[in-house]
């Protein structure tokens, strides 16, 4: 065992569980959980995004709200402000293209 022998060993872990009792080491615990619980959300959000966005290209979705607005499904001004989301995609997607190249 440790200098402390089995005697003190114990006396250490029930200080150790009276400390995590208190309410401030509930709240850093519970704070603590929760960020990494978050964390993990936004990973996996961020990760089925990511392969989402990859399956179509700006240029596909542009031509199916263009389609959509023929139908009457949008208005103008919701394909404008659908077009200049996806136009700034497009630019990007061609930057890294291009950067790839």
């Known amino acids: 065992m440790t200098a402390l022998g089995y ?4 006396l250490d872990m ?22 990494i619980l978050t964390t993990i959300g936004i990973y996996i959000v ?3 995004r990511d392969s989402s966005e ?4 700006s240029s596909a979705l542009l031509t199916k709200f263009e389609e959509s ?11 404008r402000t659908i077009k200049t989301i996806l136009a700034e ?3 990007a997607e061609l930057k890294r293209s291009d ?3």
Do not use: K
Not at 14 to 31: C, D, H, K
């Open 7 to 10: 005697r003190g060993w114990w």
């Open 54 to 57: 990859d399956a179509e290209t």
């Open 69 to 79: 607005r023929g139908r009457g499904e949008l208005n103008d001004s919701e394909f």
């Open 99 to 101: 950067e790839a190249s």
């Open 46 to 48: 961020r990760r089925f």
């Open 14 to 35: 029930e200080n150790l569980i009276s400390f995590l009792r208190t309410p401030t080491a509930q709240l850093v615990l519970g704070f603590s959980g929760l960020f």
């Open 89 to 91: 995609r497009m630019q």
